[in-house]
């Protein structure tokens, strides 16, 4: 029986890794990302090299009518969804002041939006049939709020908490949530944010998107609800619940900054 995938924002960073682990994994795929010719690339190469099925569906996932698109397209001709995996999103640095509201209005509906609704299309069906596994990719900033950074933090925040909520809201149904949450990692991410300098990168040793691919999907599949890659965000993760605020905030400030 064939496997079905969905990933969105594949073209780049840990979403890339994961199409490649799916494939290697015997999934068919439907893949998304905003730039048609990086998805025709990343389908030929996938094809080549695994033998896969690979459709590719080219959108801007911030826009309203972008999840029921790739919602009718994933299950065409009663084709039924094994992973979603909800990877599309992007970051913005700068005071909040100062920073674009039209990036940021983009930012929430394509880290939020896009997120909650792709899950409300996919997990009826998935419960129905009593199988099926969802990731959400999080990140180590939805534990702390992040000046310089606030709004990515907070898109981050509310996918975690929404994350574990579902999950407990499937126990028992066959059907698992799992968070994904990565800290810094070498993906494309850091360059366009705007954040290559920032202290909270420097002299680190910055894992590979394949390592926190390799990571995530495994989680995934064991059903685990909070997966935080590598010891040291994991330390930092936790010590953040020991912390008061005010300190937490000013320390996250200070890692942020390029000064």
């Given at each position: 029986m064939n496997k079905f995938a969905v990933i969105t924002g594949a073209t780049s960073g840990i979403g890339l890794e994961?199409?490649?682990?799916?494939?290697?994994?015997?999934?068919?795929?439907?893949?998304?990302?905003?730039?048609?010719?990086?998805?025709?690339?990343?389908?030929?190469?996938?094809?080549?090299?695994?033998?896969?099925?690979?459709?590719?569906?080219?959108?801007?996932?911030?826009?309203?009518?972008?999840?029921?698109?790739?919602?009718?397209?994933?299950?065409?001709?009663?084709?039924?969804?094994?992973?979603?995996?909800?990877?599309?999103?992007?970051?913005?640095?700068?005071?909040f002041k100062d920073t674009q509201w039209e990036t940021e209005d983009q930012m929430i509906r394509l880290n939020i939006s896009s997120l909650v609704h792709l899950s409300k299309l996919f997990l009826p069906q998935m419960i129905t049939r009593g199988s099926g596994r969802i990731m959400n990719v999080s990140s180590t900033a939805a534990f702390q709020p992040g000046p310089l950074m606030s709004v990515y933090y907070a898109t981050k925040a509310f996918v975690e908490s929404f994350s574990e909520a579902l999950a407990e809201e499937c126990r028992g149904t066959g059907v698992t949530v799992t968070s994904l949450c990565p800290g810094p990692t070498l993906s494309g991410f850091q360059e366009a944010a705007g954040i290559e300098n920032i202290r909270l990168l420097k002299g680190r040793n910055i894992p590979s998107s394949k390592d926190v691919a390799e990571y995530g999907f495994d989680a995934?599949?064991?059903?685990?609800?909070?997966?935080?890659?590598?010891?040291?965000?994991?330390?930092?993760?936790?010590?953040?619940?020991?912390?008061?605020?005010t300190v937490i905030t000013r320390v996250v400030k200070w890692m942020q900054d390029e000064r």
């Amino acid at each position: 029986m064939n496997k079905f995938a969905v990933i969105t924002g594949a073209t780049s960073g840990i979403g890339l890794e994961l199409a490649h682990i799916c494939a290697r994994e015997g999934f068919s795929l439907l893949l998304t990302a905003r730039r048609e010719s990086q998805l025709q690339a990343l389908q030929d190469e996938i094809k080549k090299k695994y033998g896969s099925t690979v459709d590719i569906l080219p959108l801007d996932l911030s826009l309203p009518d972008s999840p029921e698109r790739v919602f009718s397209q994933a299950t065409a001709n009663g084709k039924q969804i094994d992973l979603l995996i909800n990877n599309a999103g992007f970051g913005q640095f700068g005071l909040f002041k100062d920073t674009q509201w039209e990036t940021e209005d983009q930012m929430i509906r394509l880290n939020i939006s896009s997120l909650v609704h792709l899950s409300k299309l996919f997990l009826p069906q998935m419960i129905t049939r009593g199988s099926g596994r969802i990731m959400n990719v999080s990140s180590t900033a939805a534990f702390q709020p992040g000046p310089l950074m606030s709004v990515y933090y907070a898109t981050k925040a509310f996918v975690e908490s929404f994350s574990e909520a579902l999950a407990e809201e499937c126990r028992g149904t066959g059907v698992t949530v799992t968070s994904l949450c990565p800290g810094p990692t070498l993906s494309g991410f850091q360059e366009a944010a705007g954040i290559e300098n920032i202290r909270l990168l420097k002299g680190r040793n910055i894992p590979s998107s394949k390592d926190v691919a390799e990571y995530g999907f495994d989680a995934m599949m064991r059903g685990k609800r909070v997966a935080i890659y590598g010891w040291m965000n994991r330390l930092m993760t936790f010590s953040v619940r020991l912390t008061p605020r005010t300190v937490i905030t000013r320390v996250v400030k200070w890692m942020q900054d390029e000064r």
